[in-house]
């Protein structure tokens, strides 16, 4: 049996979902018995104005349709491919572990956010050759300052593959700059499933002014 899906608070006036793009689903059946992870799925999408409007606000929809695949199954549908917390924490120990890579990648702590998480920071350059100028520009690469914006973890990824390989355009810019990257800004809202905010309930992206270290310990 199709089942339609509708999700009635958009704000924004145009979408991807016009343009082909269609909602991810997981299934926990297909996980566990086809090894079968988030997969695009869905017919019939339409994104279009609603009849719904609060204080001067007009809403719109998104629907879709859906079969389920499987009887007595949990599935779970998403906007883009989840990039979690744990995700980038096996990512780094991978780096960590490996005898070259760890040898011009250092990870530190940057900070810890408001709920004790581990905010990283990596510092990305080839030692210098000895009696060679060490003075080196610094480039500063930072994402998920939106918990919900997983598509920039995903760039950040191959941001470090491409920066933590072997080619020699890879090498270098590992001797022309010193790169350092904050992969997670806002963990805590991550962590949560916050799509904006942060667990104080503000834009981080808001408060690159702010002099409340407290609140906002990654972003001071």
């Known amino acids: ?45 339409k994104y279009y104005k609603n009849n719904v409007s609060e204080g001067g606000r007009q809403y719109f929809s998104l629907t879709w349709t859906f079969q389920f695949p499987h009887d007595r199954d949990t599935c779970y549908f998403a906007h883009c491919y989840p990039y979690t917390y744990s995700n980038l924490r096996e990512y780094l120990v991978a780096i960590s572990k490996d005898p070259m890579k760890s040898k011009f990648c250092k990870i530190h702590i940057l900070c810890h956010s408001l709920a004790g998480n581990i905010v990283h920071v990596l510092t990305i350059t080839n030692p210098p050759e000895s009696g060679k100028d060490t003075k080196r520009k610094a480039v500063i690469l930072t994402a998920r300052v939106h918990p919900g914006e997983t598509n920039s973890s995903w760039i950040m990824k191959g941001i470090l593959d491409y920066i933590l390989g072997n080619s020699g355009k890879a090498h270098q810019l590992r001797d022309t700059f010193v790169f350092k990257v904050v992969p997670m800004l806002n963990p805590d809202g991550v962590i949560v499933g916050n799509h904006r905010c942060s667990l104080t309930g503000h834009d981080l992206n808001r408060k690159y002014k702010s002099k409340v270290k407290k609140c906002y310990p990654s972003i001071w």
């Open 1 to 45: 049996m199709p089942y339609r899906f509708t999700i009635v608070n958009f704000t924004k006036r145009k979408s991807l979902y016009r343009h082909g793009l269609r909602p991810l689903l997981y299934s926990e059946v297909d996980a566990k018995k086809h090894n079968i992870g988030w997969r695009r799925t869905g017919n019939e999408i």
